[in-house]
């Protein structure tokens, strides 16, 4: 697999698990704490792929403004990924 490849790839898994997520916490009836877990392991994978320059922190920080911007009610989806670094 090409570099371009796996970044083309990264970007669009990224999202897919970003709406797939809020999506499910707009249907929880029990509100964000049953997906807090999953919310926590979507950011370490956000920050992982930057640290690793699989994404950069503007193409990470518009996919997660992006998301925010469809699900304004998500909460965690709203704030960003936390611990990007400026």
Known sequence: MTREIHHERTLRLLEVRLETLAEATE????????????????EAATRHAVELDVLTTAEARRIWAEVGRRHPDVAWCRR????LAA
């Not at 249907?27 to 979507?42: D, N, T």
């Not at 960003?80 to 611990?83: D, K, L, Q, V």
């Open 27 to 42: 249907r929880s009836l029990s509100g964000q704490r049953p997906l807090e877990h999953r919310v926590l392991a979507i």
């Open 80 to 83: 960003g990924c936390p611990g």
